[in-house]
């Protein structure tokens, strides 16, 4: 009998068979982390979006993160909460809230960002710095 963990050969010759697996594979492993600090992956995408480009209106947040604008209202609960982003409310319409990156909350991305870099590092262990860069490349392409 075959080994009951095998993966079958007909997946093995699927590219996106084998992205998804490492996908996730590298998703739950910054999940547990995340967890760990009571976190989940889109704390982390928020906090990466207001260090990377800045203020954000919080439904142009959601938007850009694809996510559902109560579910990010949550985070953004959470994470003013912790002092890592401000909000203040658009005084043109007050329904709107800015949501910005606080001193705190650029140093905690940082930390977060060294979790996901290890965890990077550890999946993609088996390669060499040459072929990392190529498949980042490659999927830089094919994510458009």
């Given at each position: 009998?075959a080994?009951?963990?095998?993966?079958?050969?007909?997946l093995?010759?699927?590219?996106?068979?084998?992205?998804?697996?490492?996908?996730?594979?590298?998703?739950?492993?910054?999940?547990?982390?995340?967890?760990?600090?009571?976190?989940?992956?889109?704390?982390?995408?928020?906090?990466?979006?207001?260090?990377?480009?800045?203020?954000?209106?919080?439904?142009?947040?959601?938007?850009?993160?694809?996510?559902?604008?109560?579910?990010?209202?949550?985070?953004?609960?959470?994470?003013?909460?912790?002092?890592?982003?401000?909000?203040?409310?658009?005084?043109?319409?007050?329904?709107?809230?800015?949501?910005?990156?606080?001193?705190?909350?650029?140093?905690?991305?940082?930390?977060?960002d060294?979790?996901?870099?290890?965890?990077?590092?550890?999946?993609?262990?088996?390669?060499?710095?040459?072929?990392?860069?190529?498949?980042?490349?490659?999927?830089?392409?094919?994510?458009?």
């Amino acid at each position: 009998m075959a080994d009951p963990n095998e993966t079958p050969p007909a997946l093995l010759e699927l590219t996106t068979y084998l992205l998804s697996r490492v996908g996730k594979d590298a998703r739950n492993r910054l999940a547990e982390l995340l967890a760990a600090d009571g976190l989940r992956l889109h704390h982390h995408a928020a906090l990466a979006a207001l260090a990377d480009f800045g203020p954000h209106t919080q439904r142009d947040l959601a938007t850009r993160l694809r996510l559902d604008p109560s579910d990010l209202a949550k985070a953004a609960d959470q994470l003013a909460a912790a002092g890592w982003l401000d909000r203040t409310r658009d005084p043109a319409d007050r329904r709107r809230l800015t949501l910005t990156l606080t001193p705190a909350g650029a140093a905690r991305f940082a930390e977060l960002d060294a979790l996901a870099r290890d965890v990077q590092d550890t999946v993609l262990a088996p390669l060499t710095a040459a072929e990392r860069a190529t498949l980042h490349g490659l999927l830089l392409r094919v994510h458009g």
